[in-house]
């Protein structure tokens, strides 16, 4: 199923295999489309490390308990040829311009956590 013209719904499902759960597609639909924006901004390939996450596999990880990506409200992206950093920076300036959801924002050595959560929330968690 395709949720943007770049992304299909089959690109967020669990890494253990778990699709996402139909009582979250209004959220990855929202992801997606807040992706979508980035991708067209950059005009290169938005690549998902890790989006939905099954509750099993989110323990498995380490993940948060209240993890966005729970509810496939969340998604840990790269751009091949930008650093982390980059892409932190363009979704901030994305962000400004109010193109994409001012969500969860978060910088990792890399990748970048972005979430469509409802409260801006902002961490760097690079060593």
């Known amino acids: ?16 295999g778990t699709a996402v759960p139909q009582k979250y597609i209004a959220n990855v ?17 938005v690549v998902l490390n890790s989006a939905y996450r099954s509750p ?10 209240a993890s966005q990506h729970l509810t496939a409200s969340a998604g840990d992206i790269r751009i091949a040829g930008m650093t982390s950093k980059q892409v932190h ?3 901030l300036q994305l962000i400004a311009e109010g193109k994409m959801h001012n ?5 990792y050595n890399t990748f970048v956590h972005y979430d469509i959560r409802a409260t801006p929330t902002r961490w760097d968690l690079r060593k």
């Open 1 to 16: 199923m395709k949720l943007t013209p770049n992304f299909s719904l089959s690109e967020f499902g669990c890494k253990d």
């Open 29 to 45: 639909t929202k992801l997606a489309k807040n992706l979508q924006v980035l991708r067209d901004h950059v005009k290169k390939p």
């Open 56 to 65: 099993a596999y989110n323990r498995k990880i380490g993940g948060a308990p």
């Open 89 to 91: 920076a363009t979704i």
């Open 103 to 107: 969500g969860g924002l978060g910088l």
